[in-house]
C-alpha cells in the first residue's frame, strides 16, 4: 500500500468526521446521513470527488423536490403515492442510463434522495406524509453538509492530476493515430496488427469521457469546457475512420497504394512522418495542428490521375484535419501560448433507447415488488427495505453486464459492514467518551478502509463498505445504543440488496452480442436515411450519432462488429460527398439509382449503380472546366470508396435492420 491510499484512507476519515461535526452542532436529526454523503464524494480522484460533488447537490435538490410534489399530489392515495414513487425510481434508473459519467450519477441521485426521504417518513404500510415538506429539507440539508465538507477537505489537496492524465492519453493516442494513419499507406504494414490497432485505439478512446468528467472537477481546470474535449474525442474517431479507408484500399489495391505512397507522403513535413519528431507532439501541439493543416491543404490540392491517387490523397487530408481536431484539446490541456479553440456545440446524442427502457423498467417492477412486500408484512423497516432496493436498482443500472456481479459485491460489503458497525457500537463506542474519541473510534474502520478503496483489488467492496458503515452505524448526539433497531435496519438493508440483486438475475442487461447487433442495425438504418430527401443531411449530425455507436461498442465487442461500424460510417459520409458532388455537377439522374438501390438494402444493384455513374462521371471532359473535372474525379473516389464497402460488407449492407 502506497502513501497516496494511506492519504485517501486519512482524507476519508477527515471528510466524515467534518462532516458528523457540523451535523452535531446543528443538531440534525439524522447525522449519519452527512456522514455518508462525505464518504460518498470523497474519492481516490480528486477531480472525480468534486466534479462528483457538484452533481450529486443537482441530484440530490432535484430529488428531494420530486418527493415534496408526489406526496403533495397523492397525500390522500396511497396506491397513487407508491405507484408514482416507483415511476419516479424508473425515471431516475433511466437517467443514470441515458446520461453519461457523472451527470449518469445525479440522474440516479434524483431517485436515490426521493427513496432515502421516503423511506424515514413512511409508516409500516405506506403513505404519504404531511411532514414531508421539512423532512425533505433535512434530509436536503445533512446531504448538502456531507458535500460541501467532503468538497473542503478535498480542496487542501493536490490538483492537476486528472487533467494531465487526460493531457497524456490524447497526446499518445493522437500520435498512435497519426502514425497509424501514415504507416497504412507503406508496403510493409501487417494487415491483421493494423486491425488490431485499430480496435484498441477505438476502445482507448471511448474510455476517455471519465477523464474528461475528472479534469473537469478539478478546481484548476474549471475554465475549460467538457464538451470541446469531447469533440477533440471525435477527431480520434474520425482519424481511424480514414485510416480504415486507407487501409481497406492498400488490401483491395496494394499495387496501386505503394506506386502513389511516396508522392502522397512527400506532401508531409519530415516532423509528421519521422520517429524522431515524436516528441514535437507532446510538446507543442499548436504548431503541429498548422502542420496538419498545411499538409491537408497541399494533399487536397495534388493533382491526381486515378480516383484511387484521389481517394488516397483525400482520405489522408481528412485524417490529418481529424488529428488536428484532435490536436486542438491537447492545445487547449496544455494551454499553449496564443492559442484559442473556438467552442462547439455537441449535443447529447443516444445510441440506443432500449437499455434505458429496459433498466427503467426492471426498476419499477423490482420497487413495486418491494412496496407488495412491505406491505404484506407490516414490517416497520420495511421502508428501509424500499429505500435500498431502490438504490441500487438504480445506481447499478448503467453497469450493463457487471450490474449484476455488482449487486452481489454490494450484498457481500453489506454484511461487512454491519458487522464492522455491530463490534463498534456494540464493543468501542460505549468504552468513549467525546466528540475527539468517537473521531478515534471511526478511524479504525474509516482510515484502513479508505486505504483499501484506493487499491486496484476489490476497490469497489471497500468504497461500498466505507459508504454502508455510517447509515448502519447511525450516530447520534447523545448516542443511542439499541441492538434490535440496529440489526433491525440491517437486515432491512440486506433485504433490500438482496432483492435488487435477484431482480438483475431475473431481468438481466442486453448481452454484448445483442446490443452490437441493435447498434449496428440502428445505424443501418440512419445511414439508409441518408438517401432520402431531395438534399444530403448534414455530415455532422449522421457522424456524431455514429461515433457515439461506435464508442458504445465496448472492448468485448469483436473485430468484424467494430470493422462494419467502421465501414457504415465510411460508407454513409462517402453517400454524403456524392451527393454534394452530384447536385453541383448536376447529374441526380445518374446518383439516383444509388440511392434507391443502398436504400432498399441491395448491394449488387448499388455497385452496378455505381460503376455506372463512375463512367458518366469519367465522360466530364477535363476541357470543359479544370474545376468541373476536379469535382468529378473526386466523386469517382467516393465513388470507389463505397464500391469497397459495400462489396466487402455486403452482408451487413443488405441485412434488414428491423430483424
Excluded at 447537490?57 to 416507483?86: C, D, E, P
Excluded at 438475475?505 to 445511414?527: E, I, K, Q, W
Aim: charged share 15%; glycine share 8%.
Amino acid at each position: 500500500m502506497g502513501p497516496l491510499a494511506l492519504l485517501y484512507g486519512v482524507r476519508l476519515w477527515l471528510a466524515v468526521c467534518l462532516a458528523l461535526f457540523v451535523a452535531f452542532q446543528l443538531e440534525l436529526q439524522n447525522p449519519s446521513w452527512a456522514g455518508a454523503t462525505a464518504a460518498i464524494v470523497c474519492q481516490p480522484e480528486v477531480g472525480a470527488a468534486l466534479r462528483k460533488g457538484w452533481f450529486r447537490m443537482i441530484g440530490t435538490i432535484a430529488g428531494a423536490i420530486a418527493i415534496v410534489a408526489i406526496t403533495i399530489t397523492f397525500a390522500q392515495s396511497r396506491t397513487g403515492y407508491l405507484i408514482t414513487l416507483a415511476l419516479w425510481g424508473a425515471v431516475s434508473a433511466m437517467l443514470a442510463t441515458l446520461l453519461h459519467n457523472f451527470a449518469s450519477y445525479a440522474g440516479a441521485l434524483a431517485g436515490i434522495t426521493a427513496f432515502i426521504i421516503a423511506g424515514d417518513m413512511l409508516g409500516a404500510t405506506g403513505g404519504a406524509s404531511d411532514a414531508v415538506l421539512m423532512l425533505a429539507i433535512t434530509r436536503a440539508t445533512e446531504i448538502l453538509i456531507g458535500i460541501v465538507c467532503a468538497t473542503g477537505v478535498l480542496a487542501v489537496s493536490d490538483f492537476g492530476e486528472a487533467r494531465r492524465h487526460l493531457s497524456e492519453s490524447l497526446g499518445r493516442l493522437s500520435v498512435q493515430t497519426a502514425y497509424g494513419l501514415f504507416g497504412a499507406l507503406r508496403p510493409e504494414t501487417d494487415a491483421e496488427a493494423d486491425r488490431q490497432q485499430r480496435h484498441r485505439l477505438l476502445s482507448e478512446a471511448s474510455g476517455l469521457g471519465v477523464v474528461i468528467d475528472q479534469a473537469a472537477g478539478e478546481i484548476s481546470a474549471l475554465p475549460f469546457r467538457p464538451r470541446v474535449l469531447q469533440y477533440a474525442i471525435d477527431g480520434l474517431f474520425a482519424a481511424i475512420t480514414a485510416w480504415r479507408v486507407i487501409a481497406a484500399n492498400h488490401e483491395a489495391h496494394p499495387a496501386v497504394t505503394e506506386a502513389n505512397a511516396a508522392r502522397i507522403l512527400q506532401c508531409l513535413p519530415g516532423r509528421l512522418i519521422h520517429e524522431s519528431g515524436q516528441p514535437d507532439w507532446h510538446t507543442d501541439p499548436a504548431a503541429l495542428r498548422n502542420d496538419c493543416l498545411a499538409s491537408a491543404r497541399r494533399l487536397l490540392a495534388l493533382p491526381a490521375d486515378t480516383p484511387s491517387q484521389r481517394l488516397l490523397a483525400d482520405s489522408l487530408a481528412r485524417g490529418l484535419l481529424a488529428v488536428r481536431q484532435t490536436l486542438g484539446g491537447l492545445a487547449l490541456l496544455r494551454r499553449s501560448h496564443g492559442f484559442v479553440l473556438r467552442p462547439r456545440r455537441v449535443g447529447m446524442v443516444v445510441p440506443d433507447y432500449l437499455p434505458p427502457l429496459l433498466n427503467g423498467i426492471r426498476a419499477f417492477l423490482t420497487i413495486g415488488v418491494a412496496d407488495v412486500i412491505w406491505i404484506v408484512t407490516a414490517w416497520p423497516n420495511g421502508g428501509g427495505m424500499i429505500t435500498f432496493a431502490a438504490i441500487i436498482v438504480i445506481l447499478m443500472a448503467p453497469l450493463d453486464q457487471a450490474a449484476y456481479s455488482a449487486a452481489l459485491s454490494f450484498l457481500l460489503a453489506a454484511a461487512v459492514a454491519a458487522v464492522l458497525a455491530a463490534v463498534l457500537a456494540f464493543a468501542v463506542l460505549p468504552l468513549q467518551a467525546g466528540f475527539i474519541s468517537f473521531c478515534a473510534a471511526l478511524g479504525l474502520v474509516l482510515v484502513p478502509v479508505g486505504t483499501l478503496a484506493a487499491q486496484s483489488w476489490r476497490q469497489t467492496l471497500f468504497s461500498v463498505i466505507a459508504l454502508l458503515f455510517l447509515p448502519l452505524l447511525s450516530p447520534s448526539n447523545p448516542e443511542i445504543y439499541n441492538p434490535a433497531a440496529f440489526y433491525n435496519a440491517a437486515l432491512a438493508l440486506l433485504s433490500g440488496v438482496a432483492l435488487a440483486a435477484i431482480a438483475f438475475r431475473l431481468m438481466p442487461p442486453l448481452s454484448p452480442a445483442f446490443r452490437a447487433r441493435r447498434l449496428l442495425a440502428l445505424t443501418l438504418r440512419d445511414l439508409r436515411r441518408l438517401t432520402c430527401g431531395p438534399h444530403p443531411a448534414p455530415a455532422s449530425v449522421w457522424q456524431r450519432h455514429a461515433y457515439a455507436r461506435m464508442g458504445a461498442l465496448t472492448a468485448q465487442m469483436d473485430l468484424l462488429q467494430h470493422a462494419r461500424m467502421a465501414a457504415a460510417l465510411a460508407a454513409g459520409n462517402s453517400i454524403i460527398r456524392l451527393r454534394h458532388l452530384t447536385n453541383q455537377l448536376t447529374m441526380q439522374p445518374a446518383m439516383a439509382p444509388v440511392l434507391q438501390a443502398v436504400r432498399c438494402g441491395n448491394s449488387s444493384d448499388a455497385i452496378a449503380a455505381l460503376e455506372r455513374l463512375d463512367a458518366a462521371l469519367e465522360s466530364v471532359s477535363p476541357g470543359d472546366s479544370g474545376e468541373r473535372a476536379h469535382q468529378a474525379l473526386r466523386a469517382r473516389a467516393n465513388a470507389v470508396e463505397l464500391i469497397e464497402m459495400l462489396r466487402t460488407y455486403s452482408t451487413y449492407f443488405d441485412a434488414n435492420p428491423t430483424g
